[in-house]
């Protein structure tokens, strides 16, 4: 065996037997538990990159610690490191309004947002003239996003038939919400 092999199989017998105090370490550091798996990845692939330079008496903070204490100091050491970068990267990234410019957008949209648009007006118009049946059948493929398939399945006609009559009552809406809007 090489002393690359040697090496390798050392790295891997403590990383596999302190994998689980890193991770807990980790888990300690990060705000839930989104991104834990990738700073992992990290952290065992610094520690591969760096294994060289890892010495167990440097590590040593006692002369009573084992290997794998040492190893587990050593690693978190990385760790803390790439949680501070992970969670300086996610800072930048994030997207964080001012107060003022929220008040100013609240202010703003609030005129907007009272009001129905013409086009949803005129869709409510024609949805009210659709029959019962065929307003719960636009609005259980549109609302819900229910299949016309499994609609089908429910109602035990044909899919192909429930097709053709869906896509008749989105012509017939499509006219109806053009008229409505040309006529204002």
Not at 1 to 24: A, K, N
Not at 38 to 59: N, T
Not at 87 to 98: N, P, Q, T
Request: net charge neutral.
């Amino acid at each position: 065996m090489t002393t690359r092999d040697e090496q390798y199989d050392d790295f891997v017998s403590l990383l596999g037997h302190c994998e689980h105090r890193v991770r807990r370490f980790v888990r300690s550091l990060m705000v839930g538990a989104e991104g834990i798996d990738d700073v992992m990845q990290d952290v065992s692939l610094e520690c591969w990159r760096k294994f060289e330079s890892f010495s167990y008496a440097a590590e040593s903070a006692d002369p009573g610690d084992s290997r794998h204490e040492a190893f587990i100091r050593w690693a978190c050491v990385i760790a803390r490191f790439k949680v501070l970068s992970r969670v300086r990267d996610a800072s930048r990234e994030r997207l964080v309004f001012s107060d003022e410019l929220v008040e100013l957008l609240a202010e703003d949209s609030s005129s907007w947002a009272a009001k129905e648009s013409p086009r949803q007006a005129a869709l409510t118009q024609c949805l009210s003239k659709l029959s019962q049946d065929d307003r719960r059948l636009l609005l259980s493929v549109h609302a819900t996003g229910d299949s016309v398939a499994g609609i089908a399945k429910q109602m035990g006609v044909e899919a192909r038939r429930l097709y053709s009559r869906v896509n008749a009552l989105r012509s017939a809406m499509l006219k109806c919400v053009q008229s409505q809007l040309a006529s204002q």
